[in-house]
Structure formats: structure tokens, C-alpha cells
């Protein structure tokens, strides 16, 4: 597996984000067999593991100190404190004060079974609590040795800079994906700037790119996909045009659309480090792969011609619909 750094740490090109292990997603395999395929990850070369403190209320942080345990000191742990919780009739965010901070670092320590994490993000950016007064919290845990490097996620341009300014930020997660590319214009050049790594969630378009999805499917319970507009049966049809994009190229370089989907954005920026999900093994060794598939610069301005021709449908998962704050969408 090929490497990247985000800042200084050193990561798989490729990374797993686990969440869907314990939520998210629909059914949800059981403990051993999520262990299994964690620890078959990384015997494909994965060494970059991303979970949070929400996922699962715990059980997420839990499943991956387990899986990872008899490697612990080759592979990168990334967690997350301060998600998102319903407050009254909208959605807010956990606002953790620097002591708050420590103290849910001292549980998610406890529920990784380790003694450091390796990336420290905050799930989301407080608005009660200064982005200075978070990121001088981080560098005290620093120099506490209980995380190495910290991030934020779904920052702001502004909130970047005014946290690496006091303690570099190592990485910034936010969703980024052929289909969902708002951070290209403002977020990704921040971070070029700034010496910092771009991890995107949701790179696969939670799965949608895939080429996978059909019309008819049904997703309930807790699965994001039934609140994602993309998902509906006329945003199918309707992105038709980048799914036949993806497999035209997939076919000319004998890989798969997913693949194309990744290998595209590792090709855009080297501190780009996709942590696409999956509870499938098939699914993970594909995703895995997309690090050897190596568009030519010449591929690669062809596939960004032809999206600019391609109108996209549907967009990214509405958060208040999925904590049921809101009507879902149709």
C-alpha cells in the first residue's frame, strides 16, 4: 500500500472509516465479524482507521481497539469528540469546554484500550467554544503525549486558520466526493496553503458511486441513504451520465467505478486521504485497490472535462433529517 502524510503523520493512501460498523448504514455485522474485517484490512496494507466517540455511543471505538490491538504500533488511530445532538427542535453541537475535551478523551483512551490517539479530531466545530481555546486544549494533550496530531471536521475556511494558528492542525475532515465538491473552492486551498491534510468522508458518495444502486432500493432505521436525495429512484436516472463517466474509464484502465471515483481525487491533491467505509470484504479489498490505480495527467483533465459537463442530482445528507428534525426529503 502506497503512503501519504498528513502533516506528520504517516498514513495508508487509502484509510477505513469503521462507523458503519455500528450504525449508519442499515444492518450492522456483529462484533466478531467487524473485527475480522478490520484486521483483514489492514493485512491488505490499510493502516489508517477512522471511528468517533458518537459512533455507536462508544461501541465504534470499542469494536476498533479490539480489532486493532495486535498491531496497535503499526497502524493510525482517528477519533472524534463534540458531534452533533438535537436541542429541542434543531441540531446543535456538543459544546465541550477544554476540561469537557480531557475528560472525553480519557474515555475514548479507555474504550481504544490504548495510550495515545493518533489523530484527535473535533467532530464538529463548537460555536460556544473558541476555535483558539480548543486548538490550546489540543497542544496541552499533545504535550501530555495523549494524542499526537488533532483535526477538525466540517471547518470553515476561518475556523481553520484561527485553530492552526495556534496549534497546526495535522487534518481537516469534511465530505468531498466527484458529487459533492463544494470544498474545492475554499477548504482544499486553505490546507494546501497551510501545510494540512484533507481526509474526506462519504468519498464514495455513500456507496452511490459504487455503480452499485438501482432504482426501487429500500433503505430504513438509521441508514443515512433513505434522507440523501441522490438515492431517490428519479436522481438515479438522473445521474446516469456520471456513472457511464466512471465505467467508460474503469473499463479502459481495468478497474472499477469506485476506483476511478478514488483515484481521481488522490490524483488531484498528495494530501488527500479518502476513508471510503464498507462492511464488506470484497468492498474494502476494491476500495483498498484504488491506491494502484494511477490516472495519467492527461486522464485525468479528460474526466474533470467531461464532469464539468455533467450536471450532478441530489446532494449531501441533510443532518437534521437524520436525527428526525425534519420531514425527510422526497
Not at 481495468?254 to 462492511?279: C, E, N, Y
Request: charge should be negative; glycine fraction near 10%; hydrophobic fraction near 35%.
Amino acid at each position: 500500500m502506497k503512503k501519504r502524510k498528513l502533516r506528520d503523520l504517516e498514513v495508508s493512501a487509502v484509510g477505513l472509516g469503521i462507523m458503519g460498523m455500528s450504525h449508519g448504514y442499515g444492518t450492522v455485522p456483529d462484533r466478531s465479524e467487524a473485527i475480522a474485517l478490520i484486521r483483514q484490512a489492514y493485512e491488505m496494507g490499510c493502516t489508517f482507521f477512522d471511528t468517533a466517540e458518537g459512533y455507536g455511543a462508544g461501541e465504534n471505538e470499542s469494536i476498533l481497539g479490539e480489532a486493532l490491538k495486535p498491531f496497535r504500533s503499526k497502524v493510525i488511530i482517528a477519533t472524534k469528540f463534540g458531534g452533533p445532538r438535537i436541542e429541542g427542535d434543531h441540531l446543535g453541537v456538543q459544546e465541550y469546554t477544554p476540561a469537557e475535551i480531557k475528560q472525553h478523551c480519557e474515555a475514548s483512551l479507555k474504550r481504544l484500550g490504548t495510550d495515545h490517539i493518533d489523530l484527535y479530531y473535533q467532530h464538529r466545530v463548537s460555536k460556544e467554544v473558541t476555535p483558539e481555546e480548543v486548538a490550546g486544549c489540543m497542544g496541552e494533550l499533545i504535550k501530555e503525549g495523549k494524542i499526537l496530531a488533532w483535526g477538525q471536521s466540517m471547518a470553515t475556511p476561518e475556523e481553520i486558520r484561527r485553530a492552526n494558528a495556534v496549534t497546526p492542525l495535522s487534518a481537516v475532515q469534511s465530505e468531498y466526493s466527484i458529487m459533492e465538491r463544494s470544498v474545492e473552492k475554499d477548504v482544499l486551498p486553505v490546507c494546501e496553503e497551510l501545510g494540512i491534510g484533507f481526509v474526506p468522508f462519504a468519498p464514495l458518495a455513500s456507496g452511490f458511486l459504487s455503480g452499485k444502486v438501482q432504482s426501487g432500493m429500500k433503505y430504513e432505521g438509521d441508514d443515512v441513504r433513505r434522507v440523501i436525495t441522490r438515492f431517490s429512484d428519479e436522481n438515479i436516472q438522473a445521474n446516469q451520465p456520471l456513472l457511464d463517466l466512471l465505467r467508460k474509464f474503469a473499463e479502459e484502465k481495468a478497474a472499477t467505478p469506485a476506483q476511478i471515483s478514488l483515484a481521481w481525487m488522490l490524483h488531484k491533491k498528495d494530501f488527500i486521504v479518502p476513508i471510503p467505509g464498507s462492511r464488506k470484504i470484497e468492498r474494502i479489498h476494491e476500495n483498498l485497490g484504488a491506491a494502484d490505480v494511477e490516472l495519467t495527467e492527461d486522464e485525468f483533465q479528460q474526466i474533470e472535462r467531461e464532469l464539468s459537463k455533467i450536471e450532478i442530482y441530489g446532494n449531501r445528507t441533510d443532518e437534521d433529517i437524520v436525527f428526525g428534525l425534519k420531514g425527510e426529503k422526497k
